[in-house]
């Protein structure tokens, strides 16, 4: 019985932050109908309503919103131990949770992190392609990727990558057809591409720096994204002047196919960092992953 009612608390707490059962019955590796079943049985043994499902949504209802915080953190320790034993295996073994942009993961994790599981192949890194800002600790990620001035200071922050420079570009194209801006304000006459940002839903508001003088541009355009591969790829077709870390358009500068303009008002900016909670003991495999990505 006291298997039973793990088993089951355990799919309380996968449902209950996943807020969907496919997804929990995925993580979990069971059937949507046997998770439904060990939800219903553990309400009708506690005679209480733990979550509220909908026909597009599943969320927990007060009491269960009590026993998650209760026992969730409980799970999240047992977890944390028995990666910590892999310590005492020849080698390390485990999965290692990762969520980050699309650009970080193609240019600097994979290439760093190949050689690593090349030479563990127990380890395994899970990597979530997101745009917002994912709070890592609910949803359950061993570490983020993000810009170094946009993460919370009660974290451990590790660089992993150079200092970032932002360029305004556009296609020649472009450029033979519409005057070149001399100066960021002149932006405000042109067809810019926009990211909008998934965590607040605002539009980037375009920031420029010369000579420790800020100013920040709202542009208008006909196109917004809310992802930065897409902004290159518009800008290459010759929709209009993109503004990203220059690292994302640099083989297309290179080979002329973008052109930069306001260079003297280029912004610099903090590098990507790998950063996770410091209140976490890391497993093996995340200290080997951590290693293998920090900034030499």
């Not at 910590?84 to 290439?111: Q, S, W, Y």
Request: proline residues 5%; glycine residues 6%; negative net charge.
């Amino acid at each position: 019985m006291m298997k039973r009612n793990l088993n089951d608390l355990l799919c309380f707490v996968t449902v209950a932050r996943e807020g969907s059962f496919t997804r929990a019955a995925a993580l979990l590796g069971v059937t949507q109908s046997a998770l439904s079943q060990a939800i219903s049985g553990l309400e009708t043994r506690l005679e209480i309503r733990l979550l509220t499902r909908t026909t597009r949504s599943v969320s927990a209802t007060e009491a269960g919103e009590r026993l998650l915080n209760a026992i969730g953190n409980r799970f999240d320790e047992i977890e944390s131990e028995l990666d910590a034993l892999t310590a005492m295996r020849d080698k390390p073994a485990g999965t290692v949770r990762i969520t980050c942009g699309d650009f970080v993961l193609r240019t600097l994790l994979l290439p760093k992190l190949s050689p690593l599981l090349h030479n563990y192949p127990d380890i395994k890194v899970e990597f979530d392609v997101n745009y917002g800002f994912r709070d890592i600790v609910a949803d359950r990620f061993d570490a983020g990727i993000r810009l170094g001035d946009t993460i919370d200071k009660d974290m451990i922050a590790i660089p992993i990558g150079p200092h970032q420079t932002m360029a305004a570009v556009a296609t020649p194209t472009y450029f033979a057809q519409h005057p070149i801006p001399q100066h960021p304000q002149d932006l405000i006459e042109h067809n810019c591409i926009n990211i909008r940002f998934p965590t607040h839903g605002g539009l980037y508001v375009w920031e420029f720096e010369k000579n420790g003088k800020q100013l920040n541009v709202h542009v208008d355009g006909q196109l917004i994204f809310n992802a930065s591969h897409h902004i290159v790829d518009a800008a290459l077709q010759g929709n209009g002047i993109a503004y990203l870390p220059e690292a994302e358009f640099e083989p297309h500068i290179k080979a002329g196919r973008l052109v930069k303009v306001l260079e003297d008002w280029s912004l610099s900016f903090a590098g990507y960092y790998l950063y996770y909670p410091s209140r976490r003991q890391p497993s093996p495999a995340f200290t080997l992953v951590a290693d293998a990505l920090c900034l030499r």
